[in-house]
Nanobody, 127 residues
Framework: QVQLVESGGGSVQAGGSLRLSCAASGRTFNNYAMGWFRQAPGKEREFVAA????????IYTKFVKGRFTISRDNAKNTVYLQMNSLKPEDTAVYYCAAKGPMNYSGTYSAVYDYDYWGQGTQVTVSS
């Protein structure tokens, strides 16, 4: 089992920045591919960004590419989502997810790919 706890959400004006953190515990974090998803009211959960086990490969939805950066610190069992140039349409609950343990590298963008989920953290961007 892997437990994931997100933090760092909040309210910010358009153009501002936030950094989300996801702390993992329970098993060897190094062997898990990680992802961030978000869900706005009345909408389905959607992919935001993903990171391979090694951290060497990242993918992003086109809606955040160039503004958001996913990274991981395996020594701290933590994955981050740096969000810059935030827009009102980025408003959502953001979820951290883990897939694994993995014996091979890869990045994953589907909700059903992931085995473990955090409880979510609210991000609100005002215009």
């Amino acid at each position: 089992q892997v437990q994931l706890v997100e933090s760092g959400g909040g309210s910010v004006q358009a153009g501002g920045s936030l950094r989300l953190s996801c702390a993992a515990s329970g098993r060897t974090f190094n062997n898990y591919a990680m992802g961030w998803f978000r869900q706005a009211p009345g909408k389905e959960r959607e992919f935001v960004a993903a990171l391979s086990v090694s951290g060497g490969t990242t993918i992003y939805t086109k809606f955040v590419k160039g503004r958001f950066t996913i990274s991981r610190d395996n020594a701290k069992n933590t994955v981050y989502l740096q969000m810059n140039s935030l827009k009102p349409e980025d408003t959502a609950v953001y979820y951290c997810a883990a897939k694994g343990p993995m014996n091979y590298s890869g990045t994953y963008s589907a909700v059903y790919d992931y085995d473990y989920w955090g409880q979510g953290t609210q991000v609100t961007v005002s215009s």
